[in-house]
């Protein structure tokens, strides 16, 4: 197991990541001659990657040699994640859409409508239980049919997971929206957990739209963003997050690079003009247009991310 990022670069002799991660060389590609040439470029501050359809595992911990903690981890793993489409749109202002469907976890044919046969059919791929779309930039098309790995995330680099919260039913205005509530001292009888009065006088007569009150709780599409990937597995296509994220055990989530630490955050060093600031700390380049099989066949099983600290608190200074 390796304890670091820099520990992996001792296995690929160009220095650095640079080289190391900045393409995937697809096979058997049948692609468009669109997909085909973004399969040899370069990540740019102005690139923008597909995501990924992972399956949250459960969560364990994990420690910090050099931070001397221990903090939460959210296993997420990859369940034959291949691309199906690309799609390419022209708005009405004439600027165009581009995106990557993505697919997940494959299914048994009987399980499978007739349309969605004839689609996973025309990609060459097996049947599945899941098909989301992605938008990406134009340079970010991949061939159909590729399969893609958990290494397309680096250690070290921040991500965004969308998925459903779990449903907690009806609660009250405590649970629900963290409300002191009422006294529970003398005056107060049997109203201690109430949400006191509603209305707002003769002007406007009415309950104001959105009032916090009583109601359905959870069971909503959230996004936990900014999770940092300290692991991940290649072989057995394990994601390991710092944090927690929505959804129960074996849902599906959305992976994808962190929209505010990871793509704005590019754009507004690179127009700055900090090229040493374009990717998080320990990270020199990403996986472009995606992280696949074949690329992870090149790069050590299971690669970690170097801790928030320089310096062992454990060790002496010299």
Sequence with gaps: MLNSWSVAKQFVKTPGCRGLLHSSSILNATESPVAS???????????????????????????????????PVTV?????????????TVRKDN???????????????????????GHFERAGVMPKSIVRE??????????????????????????????KSLGKGFQGVMKRWNFKGLRASHGVSVSHRKAGAIGAHQDPGR???????????GGKRRTAQNLQVVRVDSTLDLIF???????????????????????????VNYARGLDDKLLPRDVDDLPFPAGTKELAATLP???????????SPFVARE
């Excluded at 098309?141 to 969308?162: E, K, M, N």
């Excluded at 994220?245 to 989530?253: E, K």
């Design 37 to 71: 040439a973004a399969s040899s470029s370069k990540w740019t501050p102005h690139s923008l990657r597909t995501g990924l359809i992972a399956r949250k595992r459960g969560m364990t911990a994990m420690w910090d040699e050099k931070f001397g903690a221990r903090f």
């Design 76 to 88: 997420l793993q990859l369940e034959n994640c291949q691309v199906t489409a690309n799609i390419t």
């Design 95 to 117: 600027t165009e859409y581009h995106a990557v469907q993505v697919a997940a976890t494959d299914r048994s044919q009987r399980r499978t409508t007739k349309a969605m046969k």
């Design 134 to 163: 992605f938008p990406v930039t134009a340079d970010a098309h991949i061939p159909v049919g590729t399969t893609l790995s958990a290494i397309h995330f680096v250690p070290g680099q921040y991500v965004d997971v969308v998925g």
């Design 207 to 217: 309950v104001w739209p959105g009032k916090k009150m009583a109601g359905r709780m």
């Design 241 to 267: 997050l710092r944090g927690c994220v929505p959804g129960f055990d074996d849902a599906h989530l959305l992976v994808r690079d962190a929209k505010k630490k990871m793509v704005a955050n590019a754009e």
């Design 301 to 311: 099983a299971i690669v970690e991310s170097p801790g928030a600290r320089v310096t």
